[in-house]
DNA sequence: ATGGCTTTCTACGAAAGA
């Protein structure tokens, strides 16, 4: 099973770009985020065209995230819990149950910006890991097989940004940023591209702006964060980054992981 | 760089993103 997380900045913008990548590399499960659209104007059609089951989380302008599926979809969850006054549409969560297969929740994240980090963003920020840290618990002791997969805008270490001290004191790699990421992964989940290689120079970002992607001046920010049931499954993890070239691009690329069956 | 692009909105500049 191969699952993909991108986001696509507008839904609408990359839909075309989503349609070819969907068709070529044929991923099982897809979490989008940044879908900057409406749930009633979610290009559903097109993408059930393409064969996928869809559960999706819009609103308008910002945020939204979405989880395609070519098998069915159970038990979907909305919102992240712990503060019921978050009306940000920024976690989705889902079983995918392949017929005649092994289940596998997925949550589609797009985890909050935070900056500037003197602002109510960056607290914003830290208490939504606070709560995501927390709803990782509960998962865990379900003792399954799951994937967290999204934006998690984190760089988690200086080997994941071309140029790390251009981002010190910026939210993505503050230490309160990146220790909550980390006692993500002290609770046992895996960071599923860490796990397979230790390799310099792999992102998943590059700005819009100071022709970043001309200088691959890139960071690594989109993540999937496995349970060790999951984990046990991983074959291989890649960053697709070929999507970066495109007409029209997202600032982001997807990350595609395999796992057995 | 006081964000150099890109996207969205009851738009025609501002806000958000990272």
């Known amino acids: 099973m191969q699952i993909a997380t991108w986001n696509v900045n507008s839904i609408k913008q990359r839909l075309e770009h989503l349609l070819a990548f969907a068709s070529t590399e044929q991923p099982d499960v897809i979490c989008l985020q940044e879908l900057k659209c409406q749930n009633e104007a ?27 599926s070519k098998h069915p979809l159970e038990d979907i969850r909305i919102g992240l819990p712990g503060d019921a006054t978050d009306e940000q549409a920024r976690y989705l969560e889902a079983v995918v149950a392949p017929v005649g297969g092994a289940a596998i929740r997925v949550a589609s994240i797009y985890l ?56 010190v004191g910026d939210a993505l790699f503050r230490p309160e940023s990146k220790e909550r990421f980390q006692a993500l992964l002290n609770l046992g989940l895996i960071d599923a591209l860490r796990s397979c290689t230790d390799e310099a120079s792999l992102y998943t970002f590059w700005d819009y702006q100071a022709g970043s992607w001309q200088r691959n001046n890139g960071i690594r920010i989109d993540h999937l964060l496995l349970s060790p049931q999951a984990a046990d499954l991983l074959q291989s993890v890649s960053i697709a980054k070929e999507l970066r070239s495109w007409d029209k691009p997202s600032d982001h690329v997807p990350v595609i992981a395999r796992l057995k069956q």
Request: a negative charge.
């Open 112 to 167: 909050p910006n935070g900056n500037p980090v003197d602002t109510p963003k960056f607290d914003y920020k830290l208490s939504w890991m606070d709560r995501l840290i927390q709803h990782t618990r509960s998962l865990l002791a379900l003792e399954e097989a799951f994937v967290l997969a999204g934006d998690y805008n984190v760089i988690p270490n200086a080997k994941d940004a071309a140029n790390p001290q251009e981002w």
């Open 42 to 68: 979610f290009p559903a059609l097109e993408i059930e065209g393409a064969g996928y089951n869809i559960a999706h989380l819009g609103q308008k302008s910002f945020n939204g995230v979405a989880i395609l």
